[in-house]
């Protein structure tokens, strides 16, 4: 989607490292998100962000790392890869409020070998 | 566990024909959510319907949103090929500004 980008597309990591997915929009929407998806769990919620420099953990936290220095950026680090967190990563952001919904990135393919 | 839960989870129609997929929630809500996801992307906002509305059109699409039963239901009217997609609910919860989906309902038009 036009304005926000997730970088990697595709990450093949083994267990153990750290790796960190980026995420970086365009708008100054206030609320950003990570979501991953996996078969039979459909979206689950990581972590999310009011703004910078407020984060705060979601359904599936454990293992995770967010930080939001700056409203554009919200990068998630695993911080030691396991192969469980094998899924698909989703950043979104929002204008916040309930009048509006979220727009998605296109998604980080993660594979823990 | 999830919010949502969406029914049913897969659907294959003929092109032209409509697709009514259901979704149930758990808890109070200030809105609700259809997003579409074609295979290998994200995912892009379709509606919201807000807790106070029944009825919501868009184009060919059409949602409406029972509270008292914690239910919604999208239709797809006249659907094409390029309809193919999975489609997820989304209940935004009353307290914080977060969505939950549910699993999704897989569509497949045929031409």
């Known amino acids: 989607d036009a304005g926000i980008t997730q970088s990697p597309r595709y990450k093949i990591t083994e267990t153990g490292r750290q790796v960190t997915l980026m995420c970086h929009q365009t708008w100054s929407h206030s609320y950003m998100f990570w979501y991953r998806q996996d078969l039979g769990h459909g979206l689950r919620l990581i972590y999310y962000?009011?703004?910078?420099?407020?984060?705060d953990k979601g359904e599936v936290p454990d293992g995770y790392v967010v930080s939001r220095s700056k409203t554009e950026n919200f990068p998630l680090t695993l911080e030691s890869a396991t192969r469980s967190q094998t899924s698909v990563y989703f950043c979104?952001?929002?204008?916040?409020?309930?009048?509006?919904?979220?727009?998605f990135g296109s998604g980080t393919r993660l594979t823990v070998v | 566990s999830q919010q949502g839960e969406e029914d049913p989870q897969a659907l294959s129609i003929q092109e032209g024909e409509n697709a009514t997929m259901n979704c149930s929630y758990k808890?109070?809500?200030?809105?609700l959510q259809w997003y579409r996801q074609n295979s290998g992307r994200g995912l892009v906002h379709l509606i919201l319907i807000r807790s106070n509305e029944r009825e919501k059109h868009s184009g060919r699409l059409r949602v409406t949103l029972d509270t008292s039963k914690k239910s919604s239901s999208l239709l797809i009217t006249a659907s094409r090929a390029a309809d193919t997609a999975s489609y997820f609910c989304a209940s935004h919860g009353a307290a914080g500004n977060k969505l939950t989906f549910g699993g999704g309902t897989r569509v497949l038009v045929k031409p």
């Open positions: 808890t109070s809500i200030n809105n």
């Open positions: 979104a952001s929002s204008v916040g409020g309930t009048s509006y919904g979220y727009t």
């Open positions: 962000s009011a703004a910078a420099d407020i984060t």
